[in-house]
């Protein structure tokens, strides 16, 4: 059996106004967006979280220090594109993505697929190997009252070399 790691990654972002409502590198229309110091893409901070869980490299503050200016207002499809980078680098390859992001408003069905299409270009990945779900926090709590949103993600990966896929024709990253 080759070896297979799991990662979690979590975050969550105040919302506020003036703010563009970026998940997955998608811009969603509603009157408040995420505050913070990149674009504050609350999911795709998750997954890169995740992906270097999995890989045991610390987390995204360690890579993308936000006391750093270079991060200021960046897209934050970079973190995501250098963590699975560096996974790769140790020689590992995404298997797939598990991820819900809690929004109490609006709804955000009507964007999964873009936003899977869009996280499947930056991992380099085959859009049926990532999945977004929508939750609401049933008006409760911070999330619930519409004063933040939060994102939760899974991902495993694989270590390329010792597994069947590597040696499968057409299975290569
Ligand atoms: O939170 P709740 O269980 O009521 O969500 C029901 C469904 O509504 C979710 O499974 C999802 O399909 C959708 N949803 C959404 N956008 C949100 C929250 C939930 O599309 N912001
Ligand atoms: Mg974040």
Known sequence: ???????????????????????????VPFELGLEGHSDSDVL????????????????????????????????????????????EEQGYRIVNVDSTVVLERPKLNDFRDAIRERLAETLRLEKDRISVKFKTAEKMGPVGEGRSAEAQAVVSLQKLGSGPWHN??????
């Open 44 to 87: 795709a901070h998750a997954i890169t979280d995740a992906i270097l869980g999995a890989a045991a490299l610390g987390d995204i503050g360690v890579h993308f220090p936000d006391s750093d200016p270079q991060w200021q207002g960046c897209d934050s499809l970079v973190f995501l594109r250098r963590a699975r980078d560096l996974a």
């Open 1 to 27: 059996m080759s070896e297979v790691r799991t990662g979690l990654g979590w975050d969550v972002h105040r919302l506020a106004a003036g703010r563009p409502l970026v998940l997955g590198g998608v811009t």
């Open 168 to 173: 499968a024709p057409g299975q290569g990253v």
